[in-house]
């Protein structure tokens, strides 16, 4: 017999989607992707620390918590807490690992399945529809809810990657707040309006000090109006014709960047206490092989206004995967609960059960 759905990732958007689909007796089947190396099982919060911005999770004693509430088989996969204590107790913000592993225990507790494996097709020319797994046998769906996310992109720098989480980040809205960037002068990588926002949006910081914003040609790619912000600005500076040749560090943080001018090949030393890389995201759509309609970005197009329909009906798309502008966890949350409504109504006016 068909399922009724699947949802396709792991993420917040993918754990939320399963639990309003399970509440609403859906019996939804995840799809975890584990098996292909770029595969992120529990999404991108899963290379992250500390998340301050999820509505719910303030600083306390989340470490009891957390076990109190994950099933003792999987706390092998919680990372050790962060060394700050109250009162004798660990004191902190949620972990993104620990987060993402509340999301799943949450929808694993109503009557989510879930299956270790990626999906690496996907066949919509008759119905009940079939997702095709790596490694298992083909299953057929009546919906399917996407929601495999993005991917930042980075320099590809060996030195960019030692420093990840420590000075290295791809989100200033969601790391720029952090402490370790406080008062210290910051670096955002990228020429777009992305860019030119990551930009804004740290030197706004009451934290801020100075963003240098590392251009790699002469002009940038980001709008008129946007590049005029980050020139007006008094605590952006730009360095035109650079490109960042490595991330210097003591370790343990980022101390700087070693620059090289794309003229004549020189280099300098820049001291930055982090790097933000704004050089776009690629979403993870290869294994849909454009059946679904894409925006010029490569993100699955919702064609309907606040509803997570795509090109093809019975598909859902949610989270980072159709969003190109806020990128958040929340949002991701967001539109994985408005998908799971949206399949329950489409299948309902369908008449199936
Ligand atoms: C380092 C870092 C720090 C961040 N910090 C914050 C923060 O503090 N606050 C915040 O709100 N946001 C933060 N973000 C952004 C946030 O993580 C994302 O917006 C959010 O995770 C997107 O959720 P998602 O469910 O759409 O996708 P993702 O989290 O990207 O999850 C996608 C899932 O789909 C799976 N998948 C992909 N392809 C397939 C396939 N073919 N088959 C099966 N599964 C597949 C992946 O394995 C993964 O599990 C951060 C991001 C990064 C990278």
Redesign the pocket.
């Known amino acids: 017999m068909a399922e009724k759905v699947v949802i ?8 939320s989607a399963a639990i309003y689909a399970a509440r609403a007796s859906l019996s939804p089947l995840v ?4 098996v ?1 190396p770029e ?7 899963a ?2 620390t500390e ?4 509505p719910g999770f303030p600083f306390g004693n989340i470490h009891d918590f957390v076990r109190s509430a994950v099933d003792q088989d999987r706390h092998w996969n919680l990372p050790e807490p962060p060394d700050h204590k109250k009162d004798g107790q660990f004191h902190y913000a949620v972990q ?1 690992l620990e987060l993402m592993e509340l999301m799943k225990q949450q929808a694993l507790n109503f009557d989510t399945r879930v299956v270790e ?4 097709d996907i066949d919509l020319s008759s119905k009940p529809y079939k997702v095709i797994p790596a490694q298992g046998e083909p299953i057929e769906t009546h919906a399917i809810i996407v ?6 992109n980075y320099l590809g720098l060996p030195s960019e990657e030692e420093y ?2 420590k000075g290295v ?3 200033a ?3 720029g707040a952090l402490f370790i960037f406080h008062n210290k002068p910051l670096a955002v990588v990228g020429a777009g309006d992305s860019a030119v926002e990551e930009a804004a949006y740290l030197a706004n910081l009451k934290t801020a000090e100075k963003v240098h914003m590392i251009v790699r040609r002469d002009e940038m790619r980001a709008s008129k109006i946007m590049q005029k912000r980050a020139m007006d600005h008094p605590k952006i500076e730009i360095h035109w014709n650079t490109v960042v040749d490595e991330v210097l560090g003591d370790g343990n943080l980022v101390t700087g960047l070693k620059l090289k001018s794309t003229k004549d090949d020189s280099t300098r030393e820049l001291a930055v206490g982090g790097m933000f890389v704004a050089i776009g995201h690629t979403p ?1 759509t290869s ?1 849909l092989h454009e059946k679904l309609t894409t925006n010029d970005k490569g993100y699955i197009k919702w064609t309907k206004a606040f509803r997570t329909d795509t090109s093809v009906e019975g598909v859902f798309a ?4 159709a ?1 190109d502008y806020y ?7 967001g539109t ?1 609960c408005m998908a799971a409504l949206d399949v329950e109504r489409w299948l309902a006016e369908k008449g199936i059960e």
């Open positions: 396709i990732g792991s993420g917040p958007a993918g754990w799809f975890e992707g584990t292909k595969m992120i099982p529990l999404g991108q919060l290379y992250t998340v301050e911005n999820y993104g494996d990626d999906i690496v929601a495999t996310g993005a991917r930042a990840k989480n980040s791809a989100c809205v969601c790391d993870n294994f949610a989270g980072d995967v969003d990128r958040q966890a929340i949002t991701s949350a994985g």
